[in-house]
């Protein structure tokens, strides 16, 4: 089993390239990538935690059940925006979008 | 063995993650970032969270990539962006990740996590179902009510005024 | 049928101008792929397992939800109307029965107490599974043959109205790579059948166990391609209303069905 550490290490570098994408890309889905990518690494996280624990609980599991469906959801409803956005826009560039006008 | 598995997992996934940012067609990203979501499943295999990994791969890359995908095709093809002038944000999101990076070392030397090669009643399955259903049956609940909340705004979201 | 085989493989491996040839080329290989983990997962006699794992039954679930990606994937990639249009309906038609085969599924976990393929065996030393499963082996059934694409859900594939929808433009090798898929789901879906409701390998024992359940897989095949001529085709807006409300609401009745049958029962 490997240390701790090292499941944090990819953890961490998971977030990093979600905060990355989430701060520096345009287009709407590119950043739903992002933030997928960033429930992945929490939820790595949570999982690595509650496992190589002294002694080991269920309850990361559990936790992370809940996060998977959760985050599902959430990539569900915001691609409903995404694709109600586009039809009235025609375009999904988030930095003219967040003017909120028209 | 768990050490080239390890490394294996890690290294697919942390890559299929950058190629799913940057690729250039949207298509290819939603397909690299499946494969990201199996690097991850693969992790958690290795974590002795076995029924997770498989509901990892049944609910993110059969019901999430699916959407994804079907999205994509149907807003329409972005092909690459025009790079930004955020360099502050970008710089700004290196510092944060470098923070967290130096965290790690830190970690490392806490003995709170040992970590046992035997997993015994962490990773039981029947603990698992006992401890969803009886100690967090209400919290259970609650998510399906939220889930159906989140059916229907899709459900309304996506409707077209088809006109009588 | 091997003579086509092989002139099939040396036919020349055409892919349409135009189109993404990545996805055109890995998406049914993939496919191929899934159907082989499928396979492995399913116990065919006491000792002959490839992969008992602790949670088998929810792991071949997963792995068929993987497969309407790559319908779609295989649709697209070709860059032409038709497969498109075909492989959304694929998608569509695939998706919706996910649910229901899931549920159904839920009725024989309630029962047998376990996730493991083998257990599930074992525990229907007393009794098959489809006698009191009788609505979930049905739902279950029609389930697989929508997942599966077969007649009589068979639109996404039509070959008098769509010209074989999604596999339009797949020809020589690839040919037999999005075939495969088809073909070898049949074999997996049918032996998951028959281990979760027709007792696995159990059977009398003047013959061997890998005998018996090779037959009853046999039989459940020969029953899906009955289906084929006997069943006229499915409308696509019939198909998925039918699978997201009758199989869903019928599904749940199953559970409240086994629920009685499990806990209400012996307490009476």
């Known amino acids: 089993m490997e240390p701790l550490s090292s499941f944090f290490a990819v953890s961490v570098i998971l977030l990093g390239i979600g905060i990355y994408g989430l701060t520096t890309k345009r287009n709407a889905i590119r950043i739903l990538f992002s933030v997928e990518l960033i429930y992945n690494a929490a939820n790595l996280n949570i999982i690595a935690f509650a496992r190589l624990r002294n002694p080991p609980i269920v309850t990361g599991q559990v936790l992370v059940l809940f996060t998977i469906a959760l985050a599902a959801m959430e990539a569900a409803v915001g691609l409903s925006i995404i694709i109600l956005i586009s039809r009235l826009n025609a375009e999904i560039d988030l930095s003219k979008l967040s003017k909120l006008k028209g | ?164 | ?268």
């Not at chain 2, 035997?118 to 049956?137: A, F, I, P, V, W």
């Not at chain 3, 949670?55 to 295989?74: D, E, N, Q, R």
């Not at chain 3, 789901?185 to 061997?208: E, N």
Request: aromatic content about 12%; glycine content about 10%; proline content about 5%.
């Open chain 3, 1 to 268: 049928m091997f003579a086509d085989l092989i002139k099939l493989s040396f036919k020349e491996l055409f892919v349409p101008e135009n189109s993404d040839a990545f996805f055109f080329i890995m998406a049914p290989t993939t496919g191929l792929v899934i159907g082989a983990a499928l396979v492995g997962l399913i116990p065919f006699a006491p000792g002959i397992q490839i992969a008992n794992i602790e949670v088998g039954l929810p792991a071949f679930l997963a792995i068929i939800t993987l497969s309407p990606s790559l319908v779609l994937l295989a649709g697209w990639s070709a860059n032409s109307k038709f497969p498109f249009i075909g492989g959304l309906r694929a998608l569509f038609q695939q998706t919706a029965y996910e649910i229901p085969l899931w549920l159904s599924a839920l009725g024989v976990i309630m029962m047998a107490g376990t996730l493991n393929l083998a257990q599930i065996v074992a525990a229907q030393s007393t009794g098959w599974f489809i006698i009191p499963q009788a609505l979930g082996a049905f739902i279950f059934l029609v389930t697989s043959v929508a997942e599966m694409e077969r007649l009589p859900f068979d639109l996404p594939e039509a070959e008098s109205e769509i010209m074989m929808g999604w596999q339009a433009e797949y020809t020589g090798v690839l040919f037999l790579a999005a075939q495969g898929p088809g073909f070898v789901k049949l074999y997996a879906f049918s032996a998951l059948f028959t281990t979760i409701y027709l007792g696995g390998f159990l059977g009398p024992s003047f013959l061997p166990p890998l005998f018996w359940m090779l037959l009853k897989t046999l039989v459940i095949i020969v029953l899906i391609m009955l289906l084929r001529s006997t069943f006229p085709r499915v409308r696509l807006d019939q198909l998925l209303r039918a699978g997201w409300t009758t199989l869903l609401t019928l599904a749940i009745v199953n559970i409240g069905i086994t629920y009685l049958l499990v806990v209400g029962l012996p307490t009476f």
């Open chain 2, 1 to 164: 063995m768990t050490d080239l598995l390890f490394l294996a997992f890690a290294a697919v996934t942390i890559g299929a993650a950058i190629l799913a940012i940057e690729a250039r067609d949207l298509v290819y990203g939603a397909a690299a970032l499946g494969i990201a979501f199996l690097g991850v499943a693969g992790l958690f295999f290795l974590l002795d969270a076995a029924y997770v990994g498989w509901f990892q791969i049944a609910v993110y890359i059969g019901a999430v990539v699916v959407l994804i995908l079907f999205t994509v095709m149907l807003v329409g093809p972005k092909m690459g962006e025009t790079p930004l002038g955020l360099k502050r944000v970008s710089l700004l999101a290196a510092i944060l990740v470098s923070l967290l990076l130096g965290m790690t070392g830190a970690l490392a030397n806490a003995t709170a996590f040992p970590g046992q090669d035997s997993c015994g009643s962490g990773c039981d399955l029947y603990l698992l179902s006992t401890s969803l259903l009886k100690n967090y049956g209400v919290q259970l609940e609650f998510m399906s009510l939220v889930m159906a909340a989140a059916v229907i705004g899709a459900l309304v979201l996506s409707k077209t005024d088809r006109g009588q």
